[in-house]
């Protein structure tokens, strides 16, 4: 394999599908070694197969408003690879939804759901609708409608749609009720689901908790603890918020938080009641963050700008994908960070990480450190499949495991020479095998 002639055909074919182009070029850099070592995969055309989706849906969807006014969006499925599993992937409801941001996602979930080793594919879907300002029945409306276009294309073991940005609990139930009434059936099809009707206990937290217990595993390497240690948060919805829980539980202050219009410091660290109103400042639609410094006088809210320059041991990006570049990874090593878990998909750039790397910062790719959401996701297609709900306890300790293992992985296939841990080629690595010796095992399809 030759990394740079496959990105050349790649960017020919897809031109200006720069998030997907980078998620492949990240993936296909760290495992070329490893790959070209093992001439069974490139006999098999394993790269050039799994680079490009099994199928993309494209498709118009049609609502009404609650003015009576027609609405048009276009909405996406990308079927990316089913060798381990049926396809699993979220849905994304936001403005900025394109096929190069599906594309990037869906590829990374093929290896994130792989370092899980739950039997799950890689997929992904949404819309540029934006529910921000929406009524619940104008999304309840839009969401049948979505539904009446994908239903056919999905099922328990076909294709297990879940939530993301813009699609949570309330957007799932619109879903899956549609879905529920064309199929006839009442089955395990979504995860994230309400838990008085087959959802699993701690989902919405799942992700920032996994966050957190990978992280944890990080300073474990170093034989380092969580004790006294500061950190700094992006994003302030399901992520941030369970990732805060979890870290002041685990005793470390967590001083920023941050929107699309700034970032909040607050030096005296988020306590229980602030990680609440989180809840709260999510639920009102109004996706600011700035009300935060209005309730607790106490914190600074910095308009236009990004938490990156704030002092911290552990710096946690938990928005959306290239929200940490550069300039801010020199920011954050200049100020002494020693741990960098990425909560958000490929949150940081290409020369955030090089930058990173190349100061031996240990940092972890969200394909490995946010897989806790995924994993849940899992367990709740196994407590459907099963008939049964797993306690609180239950579900946490499977995702503490799950996200031990993960660590593990990455350590296998990443540590260096030098004994640093190069996380980013071990979950490449580790996530690749897994899908592409499955692969082999099918044959050509």
């Given at each position: 394999m030759i990394v740079k002639d496959i990105l050349n055909s790649l960017e020919a074919k897809h031109p200006g599908e720069q998030e997907y182009l980078q998620a492949v070029q990240e993936v296909l850099e760290s495992i070329e070694t490893m790959y070209n070592e093992n001439p069974q995969y490139e006999a098999?055309?394993?790269?050039?197969?799994?680079?490009?989706?099994?199928?993309?849906?494209?498709?118009?969807?049609?609502?009404?408003?609650?003015?009576?006014?027609?609405?048009t969006n276009l909405a996406y499925r990308v079927q990316f690879n089913n060798a381990i599993g049926p396809y699993?992937?979220?849905?994304?409801?936001?403005?900025?939804?394109?096929?190069?941001?599906?594309?990037?996602?869906?590829?990374?979930?093929?290896?994130?759901?792989?370092?899980?080793?739950?039997p799950m594919g890689g997929a992904k879907g949404g819309s540029d609708f934006n529910?921000?300002?929406?009524s619940d029945n104008e999304i309840m409306r839009f969401c049948q409608a979505y539904m009446l276009e994908l239903w056919r294309f999905i099922g328990p073991s076909t294709d297990v749609p879940a939530g993301d940005i813009g699609t949570g609990g309330r957007e799932i139930g619109f879903m899956y009720g549609m879905y529920k009434k064309l199929q006839s059936e009442n089955s395990g099809v979504f995860t994230g689901k309400g838990l008085n009707w087959g959802g699993s206990l701690i989902r919405p937290e799942a992700t920032g908790f996994g966050g957190v217990y990978f992280t944890k595993e990080m300073l474990d390497t170093k034989n380092d603890t969580f004790k006294g240690k500061i950190a700094t948060l992006s994003g302030f919805?399901?992520?941030?918020?369970?990732?805060?829980?979890?870290?002041?539980?685990?005793?470390?202050?967590?001083?920023?938080?941050?929107?699309?219009?700034?970032?909040?410091?607050?030096?005296?660290?988020?306590?229980?009641?602030?990680?609440?109103?989180?809840?709260?400042?999510?639920?009102?639609?109004?996706?600011?963050?700035?009300?935060?410094?209005?309730?607790?006088?106490?914190?600074?809210?910095?308009?236009?700008?990004?938490?990156?320059?704030?002092?911290?041991?552990?710096?946690?990006?938990?928005?959306?994908?290239?929200?940490?570049?550069?300039d801010d990874a020199v920011k954050l090593i200049a100020n002494g960070v020693k741990y960098v878990a990425e909560l958000s998909n490929m949150g940081c750039t290409p020369e955030a990480i090089h930058a990173l790397q190349k100061a031996k910062v240990m940092y972890a790719p969200g394909k490995a450190v946010n897989a806790g959401g995924v994993a849940v996701s899992g367990l709740e297609m196994s407590q459907n499949a099963m008939k049964l709900n797993w306690t609180k306890d239950e579900v946490d300790a499977k995702l503490v495991q799950i996200m031990t293992s993960i660590h593990t992985a990455c350590i296998k296939y990443g540590t260096e020479n030098d004994g640093y841990i190069n996380y980013v080629k071990g979950a490449n690595i580790a996530g690749f095998i897994k899908v592409a010796d499955a692969m082999l095992d099918q044959g050509v399809i």
């Open positions: 098999a055309k394993i790269v050039e197969r799994i680079v490009e989706p099994d199928r993309i849906l494209t498709f118009r969807i049609s609502w009404v408003d609650d003015s009576g006014n027609v609405q699993k992937g979220g849905i994304r409801l936001h403005p900025s939804v394109n096929l190069s941001i599906l594309k990037f996602l869906g590829f990374e979930q093929i290896f994130k759901n792989a370092l899980t080793t739950l529910p921000k300002g929406k919805g399901n992520v941030t918020w369970g990732a805060a829980l979890k870290l002041t539980e685990f005793g470390v202050k967590v001083v920023t938080i941050s929107g699309p219009d700034g970032y909040i410091y607050d030096e005296k660290g988020l306590d229980a009641e602030k990680i609440d109103y989180l809840l709260m400042l999510r639920a009102s639609n109004n996706d600011i963050v700035s009300p935060y410094a209005e309730e607790f006088p106490e914190a600074k809210f910095y308009p236009g700008e990004k938490p990156w320059g704030v002092k911290c041991d552990i710096a946690m990006p938990c928005a959306t994908q290239n929200e940490l570049n550069g």
